[in-house]
């Protein structure tokens, strides 16, 4: 039986990579706290049953406003289908948080390509799909992943040079950068062939340096629907758990961030209460 055992567990850990279990990171931090954020990912009401998404996205604010982190910040996939209704949705459950909300817009907000009519719906429902939010000496850079994975004309370009801008300004003053995003720019390797879950080569190589070279200290993204956790020259990539549907068979629920100064940050999980209701 001993024997039995040893096999089926030797079969469960080779079958799952490194970057997709429960990283063993450091989830204390060494240095003072400055602040603490969450980190939700694909909320996309409709995704795991519309009504579960719903609940969910609501046991989460009721977490979040209880644990009274600095703010949140939402990895995309917002919704599933979006329309008036799903917009809606989002929109009044999200005004329960007692904190500030940073959303990113995913795919399924603004299109797998995204073009000048999705933008605008997502910019009259959801607000702005980048921007960027100081905070206690960081910088947060709000971007649209979507702009890298499938360029449009007259807005990428556009997106690109605020982009750069951004990372420069925060470089100048020594800020730290988190990025909050929805696709990761890879899953498995920075060299990784393009497909579904990550960012074209040819650009993903190009964002890897600008990062590198101004003090991007994390990026954090969705999209994945499981937990992946990777290092990039010091950077910390980081896609969470969802409250819509995992494909990790994680529970529902999010990240946790503790931030100390210079760029020093740790995360941790936190699941949902309340599930079993
Ligand atoms: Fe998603």
Redesign the pocket.
Known sequence: MKLLNLIFTGLLVGSTSAAEIEPKVPVKLVEPRLFSFAQM??T?LG?GGYEHDVKTFGLAVTRINKMKPDFVVIC??LV?KANDKSWADFNRIKAGFKIPCHCAA???DVGSKPTAESLQAYRENIGKDYYNVEHKGYTFVIANTQLWKAPLKGESEKHDKWFKGVLAAAKKKVSPVVVVV?YPLFVKTSDEKENYYNIPLAKRMELLKLCKENGVVAFLA??T?KLVVNEYKGIQLVNGE?T??NFDKRPMGFRWWDVATKGKMVHRFVALEGMDK
Request: aromatic content about 0%; proline content about 0%.
């Open positions: 990912c694909d996309q995704m995309g996939d599933s995913g795919n399924h929805h969705g999209h629907h969802t819509s549907k």
